[in-house]
């Protein structure tokens, strides 16, 4: 295990030192430990994919924990982030950096081994059910059960993922076909794609169609192979290879397409008194409400009908909401808002970790109530996916930045500046508001952070097209978007 802690107190880091030597020699394990007493030495140190485990202070001088931690989600999506602090008052703010675990100040010598365990075994048990990419999009995983087909085109190769995500790298199919091929799922059909049995929906004499409707080619030399192992993998399992790959493919892919009309909300709560005022609230929005009073049958409900957000309370009969809530996320992409009466910090923590996007206390005014549930409906829904200005778009669906349909290699961080400038061209934006607008309430830095992604964006899109400077620094007041007035090509 590959881990790195970074705490500016000394003491703090030679008592985890210690903790984590005694680890070592318990478990007879051997580690790769690095150790950082700042923020900026950490980040300046780290590459991304280098650690699978970080543990961080969360108040730290300079660039705190969370400010570090929302640095190294544009390089590694995966890493598993351990905050550290005397106080839980950071816990809820952590888990919107995906934050692993919180450990409170000092550190319990069982509850360290404990942790040390789970994460190791959850590392062992990855390194059999998938594999680690350094995408274009950062450092991700990917499970071989999720992962439907495999292409290469002009040295770059994409992985199209059951959920409809693609993940491209700069490299060739060779680099990637020796592990999946090793694999009884995965088949090569071309000597630029490979695809995943579980996933074909059917086959011709020139391709493969799979369950998402594309249309994989089959070489000549390899058609008689192709056929003869995808009849064999059907008849050995009766379906696929992969079932839980294909339940959810189908699953999210009987749900495409929205009905027209009013939205459609899920209410999950077996209270009727609290059903009653919730979708009374609702249905004077104009909404149409769908009941249920427990998860098995919240479950089968959106296998059934479409929605556009499940309202999910904690205490429900059965599986509680949090286990719900993962089980509905493994068959429908709709996003899910807990809906409680329980208010302790520990509570909404963990309806994140599962998965929901927000957690409404149930002694939330209604007027508040409704106006988050309906901003995250329209940010689910909104069909503004492209901004142009020029030659430059914002793709707003997959994040990315194009000029003359090159993309731009930004980070997260400066996509969001870039979109936040551009929807109010001319406006000088000051350091302060710029770090507002990105980092929220974080202690302000004096404009370090701010000043080093303007430099970085401003690089990139003169270096794209330097007929243009999109974004102006205006000396002594702060920056501005200036968009495309004459028609330049």
């Not at 210690?18 to 030495?41: A, N, P, T, W």
């Not at 990855?126 to 990917?142: A, D, N, P």
């Not at 002009?154 to 490299?171: M, P, R, W």
């Amino acid at each position: 295990m590959r881990i790195a802690v970074c705490d500016d107190d000394e003491r703090e880091i030679s008592n985890i030192k210690k903790l984590i030597i005694e680890y070592q020699v318990s478990r007879e394990e051997s580690m790769d430990c690095h150790y950082f007493s700042s923020g900026v030495d950490f980040l300046c140190e780290l590459r991304g994919g280098e650690y699978d485990l970080i543990f961080l202070d969360v108040l730290m001088p300079g660039v705190s924990g969370i400010q570090a931690a929302q640095e190294l989600r544009e390089l590694d999506k995966n890493v598993r982030l351990i905050f550290v602090s005397a106080s839980p008052e950071f816990a809820v703010e952590s888990y919107s950096v995906g934050a692993y675990y919180y450990l409170l100040k000092p550190i319990d010598k069982d509850a360290f081994f404990e942790l040390l365990d789970k994460i190791g075994g959850e590392l062992s048990a990855q390194m059999e059910q998938g594999f680690t990419l350094k995408s274009r999009e950062g450092i991700v995983r990917i499970a071989f059960t999720k992962l439907m087909y495999v292409e290469v085109m002009n040295k770059t190769v994409s992985f199209h993922l059951a959920d409809g995500d693609i993940y491209e790298a700069t490299a060739t199919l060779a680099d990637f076909e020796g592990e999946l091929l090793s694999r009884p799922e995965f088949l090569k059909t071309h000597r630029s794609y490979l695809v995943n049995l579980g996933y074909i929906q059917s086959i011709d004499i020139n391709c493969v169609t799979m369950k998402n409707g594309q249309n994989v080619p089959v070489s000549r030399k390899r058609r008689g192979q192709v056929r003869d192992t995808y009849m064999s993998s059907l008849h050995q399992t009766g379906e696929c290879l992969t079932k839980a790959g294909t339940k959810e493919s189908a699953s999210i892919g009987a749900r495409q397409a929205r009905p027209e009309g009013p939205w459609r909300i899920l209410l999950v709560d077996d209270d009727p008194s609290d059903r009653c005022i919730w979708e009374d609230i609702l249905r004077s929005h104009g909404c149409i409400v769908g009941l249920a009073d427990c998860g098995e049958d919240a479950l089968r409900i959106v296998m059934e009908s479409y929605y556009d957000c499940v309202l999910l309370d904690v205490m429900i009969p059965g599986e509680d909401g949090f286990s719900i809530c993962e089980r509905l996320h493994q068959i429908t992409n709709t996003p899910v808002i807990f809906l409680s009466c329980l208010t302790e910090p520990d509570k909404q923590l963990k309806g994140f970790a599962a998965g929901g996007i927000d957690y409404i206390t149930k002694d939330t005014p209604a007027s508040l109530f409704w106006a988050k549930v309906k901003t995250h409906i329209r940010l689910t829904m909104s069909e503004c996916t492209q901004m142009r200005y020029g030659p430059l778009v914002l793709d707003l669906t997959r994040r990315r930045a194009l000029i003359h349909e090159k993309e731009l290699p930004l980070t997260s961080i400066e996509f969001d500046i870039l979109c936040r400038l551009t929807k109010n061209p001319e406006h000088v934006f000051t350091p302060k508001e710029i770090y507002g607008m990105i980092w929220g309430n974080q202690p302000w830095d004096g404009g370090q952070l701010v000043q080093a992604h303007m430099s970085k964006l401003r690089r990139q899109l003169e270096k794209a097209w330097p007929e243009h400077r999109f974004v102006e620094t205006v000396w002594g007041q702060g920056y501005r978007f200036v968009p495309v007035k004459s028609k330049t090509p």
